[in-house]
C-alpha cells in the first residue's frame, strides 16, 4: 500500500509504501479487543481499600469479663460484627489488569494499523519542525492537511519537545511517541498523521 508523503506547508512531496506485516493484515478483532480490556483495566488505580479488624484504632482490651455478664463474649470492640469494627473480605490494593503476552500486543496493534490503513485514515508527513512553543502552528499545520477537527494522533520518534507542548492545547490532538503509542489512543483517532522517521520506527518495532 502506497501513502502520499506531505511537507509542513500541507504539499505533496512524494510516496511512501507501507510495509504489509504491519499495515494490510487481516484485523484480528477478538485479540484487539481482549488487548483494550487488558488496557483499560490497568489503567485503574486499583488503591480501594478497607481496614481489616487488626488494622482498626482501639480495642486492646476485653470489653467485659468473659463470664457472669449474660451478654454474648467479646474479646475486641473490633470485630467486624460490631459497629466501627473491621470489614471482612474488604478491598484491597491491587492490579486490575494481568499480563499481556508480547505476541498477542503486537498482533493487535499490528490489526488497529491495518484497519485505520484500509480505511485510508494514514497521513505521513516528512517531519515536524517547529521554531517555537507555539500551538498556532500545529494548527496552521492540521488546516494545509484537511485535519482541522479531525480527532488527530500524531506519532512521531526522537525527542521533540516544542511538538509535543504545542499539541497540548489543541482539543482531539495528541502527540505521542510512535513506539509507546497504545491501542486505545490509535483505536480513538479519526486520523493517524506519522513522520517519516515515526512511520520507520513503527515498521521496525511491530514488523
Known sequence: MTVKVYNMEGAEVGTVELKPEVFEIEPNETVVHQYIVNLLARRRQGNAATKTRNQVAGGGRKPWRQKGTGRARAGTIRSPLWRGGGTVFGPSPRLYGSKFPRRMKRLALQSVFSD???AGKIKVIEGIELEEFKTKSIRNIMTRLDLAGSKC????????EKAQYSCRNIPKVQYSRAALANGYDILNADVLLFTK?????VEEVFS
Do not use: F, M, Q, T
Not at 522517521?197 to 520506527?201: D, F, I, M, R, S
Open 197 to 201: 522517521a515515526g512511520l520507520e520506527k
Open 153 to 160: 494522533l500524531i506519532l512521531d520518534e526522537g525527542r521533540n
Open 116 to 118: 485505520k490503513a484500509k
